[in-house]
């Protein structure tokens, strides 16, 4: 006998799947912005920092790439109650996913420092950019739009991530299927559902990466002193 699909039961429970897309999304973006700032932290230090914190970075990125997003998030929901540590499992998703996220972010990040030269960065300060200025203009901006394309696309692994908090029972989207699963015995529709709901999320937060993209890296005008420069040069090369 074939089997006859029906959507009934899993859409008449929508504001599950709504509640669940809602943490979903809520845990994706405190996960990213935590990561990014991890990730950017630990790239500067590996890059231009002491020896002490380049060893310290690199047994922070080596430790978290290479084992598995399940097993940290296990260890830090199950293994730091006997250390006296009790997390949520709310709160034990968001850490592990933000540590993930920081230790490959970090090496994107660290590829894109590593394409801008000192010689950049000296010629800027000798302009009379401040420091600030100078990581800001040149190295910063510069070194993110090298590496937009490959951070977009691990920020969009880390969103589809999230689903693995499910397994400690945290407040997201595969849980809310899993037990819309278990009670309408609808397996194919409940995460037929899922996949079109998580494609939907990806597509949103791809949109949002090229919005910001565009804000980031449209055409500015450059700092006065570096305006003056360009200036003189042009100068320089009629004479």
């Known amino acids: 006998m074939a089997y006859e699909m029906n959507f009934q039961p899993v859409l008449s ?33 590996r890059h231009d920092g002491p020896r002490a914190v380049r060893t310290l970075a690199t047994v922070y990125i080596e430790m978290f790439r290479n084992t598995p997003l399940l ?3 296990f260890l830090l929901f199950f293994g730091l109650p006997f250390l006296g540590l009790r997390l949520s499992a709310d709160e034990a998703a968001v850490i592990a996913i933000s540590l993930n996220l920081g230790a490959y972010s970090a090496e994107i990040f660290r590829a894109g420092l ?33 590496i937009y394309p490959a951070l977009t696309g691990q920020l969009t692994l880390t969103v589809l991530g999230t689903s693995i908090a499910s397994a400690i029972s945290a407040s997201e989207l595969t849980l809310a299927g899993a037990r819309i699963e278990s009670s309408t015995f609808r397996s194919l529709e409940t995460f037929l559902v ?36 360009s200036a003189f040069d042009k100068k320089e090369a009629r004479a």
Do not use: C, D, N, W
């Open 71 to 73: 097993v940290q998030l």
């Open 114 to 146: 590593a394409a801008i030269s000192k010689t950049q960065v000296e010629a800027a300060l000798a302009l009379g950019l401040s420091k600030l200025q100078a990581m800001r203009h040149v190295v910063l901006i510069p070194a993110l739009k090298v």
């Open 13 to 45: 429970r929508a504001p599950e799947l709504i509640e669940g897309t809602i943490a979903t999304i809520e845990l994706s973006a405190k996960s990213i912005v935590v990561g990014l700032a991890v990730g950017l932290v630990v790239a500067l230090g």
């Open 194 to 229: 899922l996949a079109a709901i998580y494609i939907a999320i990806t597509i949103a937060f791809r949109i949002l990466y090229a919005l910001v993209g565009r804000l980031l890296f449209r055409r500015k005008v450059p700092p006065p002193s570096m305006r003056a420069a």
